[in-house]
Each structure stands twice: as structure tokens, then as C-alpha cells.
């Protein structure tokens, strides 16, 4: 059976074979199951730990090594990462613990290594965290462990303070939140639920919204989350989904809406009442759609595939539309903290899609219906650039507040440091009564 270390090691290793998403496979790991709770949850912490401050466990082994992380194998070098993060970063977990556990991983997985991991580990014990000076160009990347590019971006785009504070919100969360069904239940009777079940809850700022600071088993095995009585939402996207401002008994179509969270919170303002349309590219991802809504009892929810970027007019129009558009994700750090590891490269071709993607979705907008745009990305390049584009080339839409009970702003910035939340970027347009 294997430890909580192994397990973290083996996962690491897995996320940087097959690119996958730390989130998706923490979810679905095998190897998990077979811990118990208190190692499950220091398996999970490694690996999230490892991801999130991965440049700053790398300086540190710069400081102690004779050659570049480059020219050792990728297993000694998850081994180090490993002992770094838990002797830097993890106060519960004696020195001399974290250096043991590592030089063991070493030996069974890179056993040429095991005189080097202790060496080094003993020496970042003895040292601690080491930063460049605060005048450095790369003291904030470090501190941080955020690529220079976007510590660039951020602070081209909002400023050197707003910048500061996403970099410092931009570790994991403590708990995670979940939405109340409200078509089931309502906030206190599924607080006394989950404390009937072992659960830590609390109520948040957010009418519907509860934080878990606690976990027995995974949510998914909860009693409570089987009867339908919630379904896991970060705040950011619950107001999202709010800004739509849906009514019971409209048609409302969600076009990027795997796995469904948005659509859930827009079915249950509804009251279940009306006609929920929610799409997504690919059959699998619909098919989580269809689940959910089967488990909350929302049957006013239909999924089915389809491309938001080709316009349907099979589909007809629609009171609401919502267009949370696939983006590079630079707002979910705490959620997935790999998305800062992306080759910026790879995300100059994003705003294009965005923009096509609401171009289609206005489309099927009524007269003096409403348009919403989301990213969970924390850049203006595919947040306010885009709209700019849209408003330009669709004179019939017209800005407006997205979130009145929050702010007057039509396009409405979610920070993390701000609003304790996800990053987030909702715009809202309103289309004329006689377009």
C-alpha cells in the first residue's frame, strides 16, 4: 500500500506525463482511495503544494546544487521538490521527518539520488527560506512562484498593488464552498445536515453559498450531497450565474456550460420553472451536466453538444444567454495552480475565440433580452478587450450592470484579495427592445 508520500510522488509524476489538470486527477485518483483520511488530505496538500510553489522550491535547490534541476532525472527532482515543500512550508511536520520520508522515496524510485536528496534537504533545513533581495527584478516571482510574464501582465493591467494582492491570494484556499439547492432545502437545515455527517460548515456573505472547512470522505460520498441538496461552487461563480438575473418560466441558454455548476444555480433561481439549455462541445462533459441535474431534481435543465462558436437558428431565441468562454484560467490559481505554467504562447489565440464565441451567443438573444460574458481569467486582453471588440460590431447591445446589489459597473472585476473569491470578469449587455 502505498504512503501518502508515494501517492503524492506518483501523482506528480502522472500530472507531468499526461498534462492533466491537478483538480481532475486528485478527483479521480485510485490511489487515493486506499489512504486513510489524514493521509489522503497530506497527499493532496503535496501535490497542490508541489504545483503552487514549484519555482520557489526550485530557487531554493539552486542554492545547494552544483548543476541545473535539468540534468537530474525527473524523479530526483519531484523527491526534492517534495522535501523542500514540507520543510519550508508545512510547519506541522518535523525536519528531521520530511528529510527521512524523502531520502526513502529516493531510494525506491531514484536510489542514485538518495545521498544527494539528503544532502541538499539537510541544508535547506539549516537555512530555511531563501528569497532574492526586495530590490530584485525576480523577488516577487520567487516569493510568489509566478512566472515574470505574468507578474508582467497583472500589473500592466491593474496596477503594481492590485497586482501584489492577486499574487499574494493566489495559493490554495482554505475549504471550499458549496451552493445550497434551494429548491430542496435551505442554508440552516443543510448546515444541521452536514454537522449530522461530520461536516464543518459554516454560512458565507453570500445568501445560498456555504464554506466547508471540513471533510470526512470525499464530498461526492456525502449523504447529503447524493440527496441533491448542493452542488460545489467557488462565490465568483455563483454570481455569475446570478448576473443573469433569470426568471422563472424563461428560456435561458448556457452555451460553454460544463460541468454545470452555472446552470444548476440558474435552474434553482428559476425555481425550477422554464427552460435551461446548457451545451458543451464534447458528449462526456454533457453527460456531467445531465447527472447533476438529475441529483439536484432539476428537471427544467436539458444538455446537449453543441459548438458556441456556430450559430444554431434551430435553436431559436432565447430570454438570457450566458457565455462563460473557455480562457487561460489565470484567475483559479488556488484552484489549479499549473494554469501559471502555461507557455503564454499558447493563450494569444484565446480572445479571438472569446469574441466569436459572444458574437454567436448574442444571436440568439430576444429584444430586450440580456448577454452575459464571463472568463475566470484575471486579463484585460480577453475581458474588457474583447467587449470592446463586441460593442463595436453589435450596436444593438448596450452595456449594463452586471451586479447592481454589488456594483454599478458593467464590466465587473472579481479579485481575489477583494471579494474572496475566484478571479472573475462579468460583463453585462442588454439588447434593444426593437433591434
Same mark, same amino acid.
Given at each position: 500500500? *502505498?504512503?501518502?508520500?508515494?501517492?503524492?510522488?506518483?501523482? %506528480?509524476?502522472?500530472?507531468?506525463?499526461?498534462?492533466?489538470?491537478?483538480?481532475?486527477?486528485?478527483?479521480?485518483?485510485?490511489?487515493?482511495?486506499?489512504?486513510?483520511?489524514?493521509?489522503?488530505?497530506?497527499?493532496?496538500?503535496?501535490?497542490?503544494?508541489?504545483?503552487?510553489?514549484?519555482?520557489?522550491?526550485?530557487?531554493? %535547490?539552486?542554492?545547494?546544487?552544483?548543476?541545473?534541476?535539468?540534468?537530474? #532525472?525527473?524523479?530526483?527532482?519531484?523527491?526534492?521538490?517534495? @522535501?523542500?515543500?514540507?520543510?519550508?512550508?508545512?510547519?506541522?511536520?518535523?525536519? #528531521?521527518?520530511?528529510?527521512?520520508?524523502s531520502v526513502k522515496l529516493a531510494k525506491k524510485y531514484c536510489a542514485y *539520488?538518495?545521498?544527494?536528496?539528503?544532502?541538499?534537504?539537510? $541544508?535547506?533545513?539549516?537555512? @530555511?527560506?531563501? %528569497?532574492?533581495? &526586495?530590490?530584485?527584478?525576480?523577488?516577487?516571482?520567487? $516569493?510568489?512562484?509566478?512566472?515574470?510574464?505574468?507578474?508582467?501582465?497583472?500589473?500592466?493591467?491593474?496596477?503594481?498593488?492590485?497586482?501584489?494582492?492577486?499574487?499574494?491570494?493566489?495559493?490554495?484556499?482554505?475549504?471550499? !464552498?458549496?451552493?445550497?439547492?434551494?429548491?430542496? !432545502? @435551505?442554508?440552516?437545515?443543510?448546515?444541521?445536515?452536514?454537522?449530522?455527517?461530520?461536516?464543518?460548515?459554516?454560512?458565507?456573505?453570500?445568501?445560498?453559498?456555504? $464554506?466547508?472547512?471540513?471533510?470526512?470522505?470525499?464530498? =461526492?460520498? /456525502?449523504?447529503?450531497?447524493?440527496?441533491?441538496?448542493?452542488?460545489?461552487? =467557488?462565490?465568483? #461563480?455563483?454570481?455569475?450565474?446570478?448576473?443573469?438575473?433569470?426568471? $422563472?418560466?424563461?428560456?435561458?441558454?448556457?452555451?460553454?456550460?460544463?460541468?454545470?455548476?452555472?446552470?444548476?444555480? +440558474? *435552474?434553482?433561481?428559476?425555481?425550477?420553472?422554464?427552460?435551461?439549455?446548457?451545451?458543451?462541445?464534447?458528449?462526456?462533459?454533457?453527460?456531467?451536466?445531465?447527472?447533476?441535474?438529475?441529483?439536484?431534481?432539476?428537471?427544467?435543465?436539458?444538455?446537449?453538444?453543441?459548438?458556441?462558436?456556430?450559430?444554431?437558428?434551430?435553436?431559436?431565441?432565447? =430570454?438570457?444567454?450566458?457565455?462563460?468562454?473557455?480562457?487561460?484560467?489565470?484567475?483559479?490559481?488556488?484552484?489549479?495552480?499549473?494554469?501559471?505554467?502555461?507557455?503564454?504562447?499558447?493563450?494569444?489565440?484565446?480572445?479571438?475565440?472569446?469574441?466569436? +464565441?459572444?458574437?454567436?451567443?448574442?444571436?440568439?438573444?430576444?429584444?430586450?433580452?440580456?448577454?452575459?460574458?464571463?472568463?475566470?481569467? /484575471?486579463?484585460?486582453?480577453?475581458?474588457?478587450?474583447?467587449?470592446?471588440?463586441?460593442?463595436?460590431?453589435?450596436?444593438?447591445?448596450?452595456?449594463?450592470?452586471?451586479?447592481?446589489?454589488?456594483? &454599478?459597473? *458593467?464590466?465587473? !472585476?472579481?479579485?481575489?484579495?477583494?471579494?474572496?473569491?475566484?478571479?472573475?470578469?462579468?460583463?453585462?449587455?442588454?439588447?434593444?427592445?426593437?433591434?
Open positions: 500500500m *502505498a504512503t501518502a508520500r508515494q501517492a503524492a510522488f506518483l501523482l %506528480l509524476k502522472k500530472m507531468q506525463k499526461d498534462a492533466a489538470y491537478s483538480n481532475l486527477l486528485l478527483e479521480n485518483a485510485s490511489l487515493l482511495g486506499s489512504l486513510s483520511r489524514r493521509d489522503r488530505a497530506l497527499a493532496t496538500a503535496l501535490v497542490y503544494g508541489v504545483i503552487e510553489r514549484r519555482l520557489t522550491l526550485d530557487y531554493q %535547490l539552486s542554492q545547494y546544487l552544483s548543476k541545473p534541476l535539468s540534468k537530474l #532525472s525527473p524523479e530526483a527532482v519531484c523527491v526534492l521538490r517534495l @522535501g523542500v515543500y514540507q520543510l519550508l512550508f508545512l510547519e506541522k511536520i518535523p525536519s #528531521s521527518a520530511a528529510i527521512n520520508e *539520488a538518495s545521498g544527494l536528496c539528503n544532502a541538499v534537504l539537510r $541544508k535547506v533545513s539549516q537555512q @530555511g527560506l531563501v %528569497l532574492p533581495q &526586495e530590490t530584485a527584478e525576480d523577488y516577487l516571482s520567487v $516569493k510568489y512562484s509566478c512566472p515574470q510574464w505574468l507578474i508582467d501582465q497583472w500589473t500592466r493591467d491593474y496596477g503594481e498593488e492590485t497586482a501584489r494582492g492577486i499574487l499574494a491570494h493566489s495559493f490554495a484556499a482554505q475549504g471550499f !464552498t458549496v451552493r445550497v439547492n434551494t429548491n430542496k !432545502t @435551505g442554508a440552516q437545515a443543510l448546515l444541521r445536515r452536514l454537522e449530522e455527517e461530520g461536516v464543518t460548515a459554516e454560512t458565507t456573505d453570500q445568501s445560498g453559498l456555504l $464554506k466547508l472547512l471540513n471533510l470526512p470522505c470525499r464530498v =461526492d460520498e /456525502l449523504p447529503s450531497f447524493k440527496d441533491g441538496l448542493f452542488h460545489v461552487q =467557488d462565490k465568483a #461563480s455563483m454570481l455569475c450565474a446570478l448576473s443573469l438575473d433569470a426568471k $422563472k418560466g424563461e428560456r435561458v441558454f448556457d452555451l460553454c456550460a460544463a460541468p454545470g455548476g452555472k446552470t444548476f444555480t +440558474i *435552474a434553482e433561481e428559476m425555481k425550477n420553472c422554464g427552460e435551461v439549455l446548457a451545451f458543451d462541445l464534447y458528449a462526456h462533459r454533457t453527460a456531467l451536466i445531465e447527472s447533476g441535474a438529475r441529483r439536484l431534481g432539476l428537471s427544467c435543465v436539458k444538455a446537449a453538444q453543441g459548438d458556441a462558436s456556430v450559430f444554431d437558428a434551430a435553436l431559436g431565441q432565447a =430570454d438570457r444567454v450566458l457565455c462563460d468562454v473557455p480562457c487561460s484560467g489565470l484567475g483559479i490559481l488556488r484552484q489549479k495552480p499549473e494554469v501559471k505554467w502555461k507557455d503564454p504562447a499558447s493563450l494569444q489565440n484565446l480572445p479571438a475565440l472569446q469574441l466569436k +464565441i459572444l458574437s454567436t451567443g448574442a444571436q440568439y438573444v430576444k429584444n430586450g433580452g440580456r448577454l452575459i460574458y464571463s472568463t475566470c481569467a /484575471l486579463s484585460r486582453a480577453e475581458n474588457e478587450d474583447v467587449c470592446a471588440a463586441f460593442l463595436k460590431d453589435h450596436p444593438a447591445f448596450q452595456p449594463v450592470p452586471a451586479l447592481p446589489a454589488l456594483s &454599478e459597473k *458593467a464590466f465587473l !472585476t472579481l479579485f481575489p484579495q477583494q471579494h474572496d473569491c475566484d478571479g472573475f470578469f462579468i460583463a453585462a449587455f442588454r439588447k434593444d427592445e426593437t433591434a
